[in-house]
């Protein structure tokens, strides 16, 4: 700003002004002019104050110092094969009605995925049930949107012909994962998950090699490949 050209104008205003007045209005004019002046030096400093610094010019190649952004990542659940602790035999399949047409799946083929988080959620419920047997089972079943469909419950018992699948040392005694051999079929190399969010936690089957991937939202139907 220009202070000079500011004070002269208000030394002109009090001029035209003492001569409108007269003689008696001159040191009504010079107060006037001693006002003025004061007013406008506090109102540079106060500009002075919050006026905007220039932009500083940066050469091309110069690094810049961080500008401290937060950074979100995602980390995938942490998911180890299940020991496989019990398998049945051709001799159980037969004795039960429901699977005596069904063959053995290879010990090799019969492998699933507990991740950390379902393996100590049965954990968990273990110790408040205080009972060292209760376990996932996990079925499949005919239906849903897409022609097949997940059913998971909680359960103590398990047949001679269920596959049982545990996470030592996380689960304790026989707790784990109990799938028979029509639904292992459809969900070898599944992981199984248990997923906390803000609608409610549940388990869930996860990366299933059978399934196309098209599947419905709630992730419980899904459509097996050709």
């Not at 094969?81 to 049945?88: E, G, I, N, T, Y």
Request: aromatic residues 8%; neutral net charge.
């Amino acid at each position: 700003m220009d202070t000079n050209y500011y004070h002269a104008r208000s030394s002109r205003v009090a001029k035209a002004v003492s001569r409108k007045l007269g003689a008696n209005g001159t040191s009504r004019a010079v107060r006037l002019n001693e006002s003025s002046t004061t007013m406008f030096s506090r109102a540079v400093a106060t500009c002075s104050r919050f006026a905007v610094r220039p932009y500083t010019v940066t050469r091309i190649g110069t690094r810049l110092p961080p500008v401290g952004l937060r950074h979100f990542s995602w980390t995938p659940p942490f998911r180890s094969p299940a020991v496989l602790a019990h398998a049945p035999t051709q001799a159980d399949l037969e004795a039960d009605d429901e699977f005596s047409e069904t063959e053995i799946i290879p010990a090799e083929e019969a492998r699933l995925d507990i991740t950390d988080a379902a393996a100590e959620q049965l954990r968990n419920i273990s110790v408040r049930e205080q009972d060292e047997n209760v376990s996932l089972r996990v079925l499949v079943e005919s239906g849903g949107c897409h022609g097949y469909q997940y059913k998971l419950e909680l359960t103590s018992k398990r047949e001679p012909s269920d596959y049982l699948f545990v996470r030592p040392p996380t689960t304790p005694g026989r707790v784990g994962v109990v799938v028979d051999p029509v639904s292992l079929g459809l969900l070898k190399g599944s992981t199984i998950d248990f997923a906390t969010e803000l609608i409610g936690s549940s388990f869930r089957v996860q990366s299933n090699p059978q399934a196309t991937g098209k599947g419905c939202g709630c992730g419980v139907s899904w459509e097996l490949k050709e």
